[in-house]
């Protein structure tokens, strides 16, 4: 794993928090590598929006409820978008994938549920997973990179992890739905059910974004 590898999983998955300061040093010493690759990634993760700069070192970006709510919009105009090349351009193969995608994802929330085999984790990367086909069948070479800066907010506040039976279940039937809308090439509703799915994820993380705050509030450590 590259050092830019590293310190984007570790903001991710919360190890260092929103507002952690984080230098060249301490990271240096953490990763045990010389201070360039460090240098590197962190000029990397300031680009993508997850840092920002301070007179030495930078600081974990903080999101507000302004910042959450328009790079949501913004995710669902991308993946509305992408949904709606996907509808027109899908190939057989395409949908193929899809399927297989979204088959592996309720099996994975059907274990979740029955027998606890299964992690949060696991089910947001198989919902990646078919996000990625679609973004893939839509045929638009740059929608991905552009699509790939804004879905960091919802891996950073993991909005699944509020998600109960029905919202999980939910969100595997507007996967269903998204699905037939491309096979059947139609583009509005494909365009139209991918909206109510981010929107549906959106909402998770408003309602819970003051907890998160408070929880993060505690571990905004100095380095």
Same mark, same amino acid.
């Given at each position: 794993?590259?050092?830019?590898? %590293? ?14 300061? =984080?230098?060249?040093?301490f =990271?240096?010493k953490?990763? +045990? ?8 990634? #962190?000029? +990397?993760?300031?680009?993508?929006? =997850? ?18 709510? +328009?790079?949501?919009? #913004?995710? $669902? ?11 027109? @351009? ?8 899809m ?5 592996? %994802? ?5 274990? %979740? #549920?029955?027998?606890?085999? /299964?992690?949060?984790?696991?089910? #947001? ?7 990625? $086909? ?20 919802? =891996?950073?506040?993991?909005s ?6 029905? +919202?999980? &279940?939910?969100?595997?039937?507007? @996967?269903? $739905? ?8 139609? /583009?509005?509703?494909? &365009? ?32």
């Open positions: 794993m590259t050092a830019y590898e %590293y310190i984007k999983q570790a903001i991710l998955h919360g190890e260092f928090p929103p507002k952690m300061r =984080l230098t060249e040093e =990271l240096a953490k990763l +045990q590598i010389s201070r360039t690759p460090i240098r590197e990634a #962190l000029k +990397q993760l300031e680009s993508e929006g =997850l840092t920002v700069s301070m007179k030495r070192g930078v600081r974990v970006r903080h999101f507000t409820k302004k910042d959450v709510q +328009q790079i949501y919009d #913004l995710r $669902t105009l991308l993946e509305g978008y992408a949904a709606a090349q996907a509808a027109i @351009h899908r190939t057989d193969s395409d949908i193929q994938e399927k297989t995608a979204n088959e592996v %994802y309720e099996q994975a929330i059907n274990s %979740y #549920l029955e027998s606890g085999e /299964t992690t949060i984790e696991y089910i #947001l990367e198989i919902n990646h997973r078919f996000h990625d $086909t679609i973004i893939k069948a839509s045929q638009n070479q740059h929608i991905h990179s552009h699509i790939s800066k804004v879905v960091v907010v919802p =891996l950073i506040f993991r699944f992890y509020w998600f109960n039976e029905y +919202q999980l &279940r939910h969100s595997l039937d507007v @996967h269903k $739905t998204i699905l037939q809308a491309i096979k059947a090439q139609d /583009t509005e509703r494909a &365009r139209v059910a991918m909206h109510e799915h981010i929107y549906h994820g959106r909402d998770q993380v408003l309602i819970h974004i003051d907890d998160i705050d408070h929880h993060y509030s505690t571990n905004e450590e100095v380095q």
